[in-house]
Nanobody, 127 residues
């Protein structure tokens, strides 16, 4: 079982940047594919990005493509989400999630495909 803790959220002006981190403990990160999701008030949780255990597969939602970059350092048990050119519509709680590396249902864009979730980190983008 893996525990996930997100960090790096905050308040930023439109056009700004943030880097989110997701630290894993309890089980090596290399055992999992990882995803980032977000949830805005009154909306369903939505897929942002996913990365395979060895970084060979990477996927993005259309809304964040070319602005967000997912990466991972298995040796540090950490996954990152670099966000640039942020927009007010990016405001949400961002969650990282882990799916066992045996799963091959790419792009792993559905919340139900993940077994473990962090508590989330708030990102607020002002106009």
């Amino acid at each position: 079982q893996v525990q996930l803790v997100e960090s790096g959220g905050g308040l930023v002006q439109a056009g700004g940047s943030l880097r989110l981190s997701c630290a894993a403990s309890g089980s090596p990160l290399k055992n999992y594919h990882m995803g980032w999701f977000r949830q805005a008030p009154g909306k369903e949780r939505e897929f942002v990005s996913a990365i395979s255990w060895g970084s060979s597969r990477i996927y993005y939602a259309d809304a964040v493509k070319d602005r967000f970059t997912i990466s991972r350092e298995n040796a540090r048990n950490t996954v990152y989400l670099q966000m640039i050119s942020l927009k007010p519509e990016d405001t949400a709680v961002y969650y990282c999630a882990a799916a066992p590396r045996g799963i091959q249902r790419w792009p792993l864009a559905k919340p139900e495909e993940y077994d473990y979730w962090g508590q989330g980190t708030q990102v607020n983008v002002s106009p």
